[in-house]
Each structure stands twice: as C-alpha cells, then as structure tokens.
C-alpha cells in the first residue's frame, strides 16, 4: 500500500525521530501532509520548519485532531513516534475522546487493544485510511540476518531463543513488545514505561552478557506501534552491559539504519533479523 500523491496525508506526531523522517518523506516525494502534534509528547523539533502545516493539541483533544484533519482534507493518515501513556487525569479529555472511552473500555486495555481501538473508530466513523509507517518508509523494516560487523555468540542464540519466546508470551497478553535474556534467564520484560525504562532497569543488576529482543505481538494491529529501534536503543544495551539486539524481521522498525548500525560496531553491539516464525 503507498501514499497516494493525489490527498492530503495526516501524520499523527509522537516523540522521538520517527515523526521527522516521515515529514522529511512527504517532503522528498511532494507528497501534501498535516501534523496533529501533542502537547507534551512531539518534540518541538519535529514541527520548527513547518508552523504552516502543525496543529498542537492536548492528547485528550481527539474531537479537535479529527475536525482539524477533515477540515485540511486528509484522506489518509499515519501514526509515527512514542506516546506515553497518560492517566485520566491529567488528559483532560474532550467530548469526543469520553464518548470513545465509554464506547471501547479504552481506558482498561492495553497498548494493541487501545491503538485497535483507535484505528477502527477513525475508519468506519470518521472515513480515513490508516497506514503504516512501513508504507511511508519501507527502508525502514528490519531486514533478515546480521547488521554490522559483530555477530551473536552460540551463548547469545539461546538468550535469544529464551527471550523471543518471553517476548511473544507477553504480546499475548497485550503487555509489551520486549524482553532481556541473560545466561537463558528472563532478567527483564517491557511494560508500560517502554523498552528504554527497561533497558535502564537492566543496566542496575550488574550483568554480563545478555540479549534484547523485540517482536510484533501476536495478532497486534501492523499499522500502528510496530516494535522500534534507534540509535538510543543501541547506547542504552551497551551501557546496561548487554552483548546485542535481536529484533523481528519485516516486522520491526530501525530508525536510521547507517547510524545505528554504525553505532553498534562502535560499541561492539549485535543486531540481527529474526525470522520467528518458528516460534509463533
């Protein structure tokens, strides 16, 4: 599925660099595009040079992100970045966003129950497609195989074989994307602080040698929140003491490629392509 030159692209803004490279996207191809940036959330860098096609908004405010969105006639829109999730306090939710609490129980599911959720409501209610940021940047999906020059030991292999299936048992349950494995033992599992809290939470047990691994949840929605990796991803294992990273092939997003790959053979990190297949 590719952008379609002719409408005007929605690109719903997170943190992190993601959002950047899609607008830079748009910007390469003449694609047309309008952000909905979030208070709080998008970094301000994001949306420096393009004032003219921003809006920011409470994350609450999904009544003034749809209007916005159909009043710049955006047919299509892709979601890009990190959004941590809020308490209901401290979201001040507008009309529209309580009517989809109360409609979806959104607030007592997970990330891939609530991103489901989202993507259903503003396709048969409102009349966008969604697509993914694989779409947008097909470069981007983590390819089959080793990146870079160091490679996973036969030690590194079973730590990923345990935490691919810890990742997996997790995305079940709709929990997270990721584990750290360390001598075969489960050390650490994503939750709803994300992968960096917990790459920081391994870096203070001391350990010597262990994986990352990240994988889509089973049966997760592929449009949205696919698992991802950057260059901060890379530093966070080195200084935690891990040998490396897998993630899932076709199925995980790098953002920036050469520079993470070229940050891990500086630091004497693996990266490697899964095909879990075999696991599922």
Known sequence: MALNAKHKIGIIAGGGELPRRIIA?????????????????????????????????????????????????????????????????????????????????????????????????????????????????PELLASEGIMGSTAPSEADMKDIKTAIHAALDLGRKDLGQGAVASKENIIALEDKDGTDAMIARVGGLGVDGGVLVKVVKPGQERRVDLPTIGVETVEGVAKAGLNGIGVEAGGAIIVDRERVVDSANKLGVFIIGLDISGFK
């Open 25 to 137: 996207a748009c910007q390469k191809s003449g694609q047309d595009f309008h952000v909905i940036a979030f208070k709080n959330q998008t970094d301000k860098q994001t949306t420096q040079d393009i004032a003219d096609k921003c809006d920011w908004l409470r994350l609450g405010a999904i009544g003034g992100a749809i209007e916005i969105l159909k009043k710049q006639n955006c047919k299509e829109l892709v979601m890009g970045g990190k959004i941590r999730r809020p308490g209901l306090a401290s979201l001040l939710p507008d009309l529209r966003t309580i009517k989809f609490f109360l409609k979806t129980g959104a607030m007592s599911l997970g990330d891939d129950g609530l991103l489901s959720a989202i993507v259903k409501t503003l396709e048969e209610d409102d009349g966008f497609r969604i697509i993914g940021v694989h779409n947008v940047l």
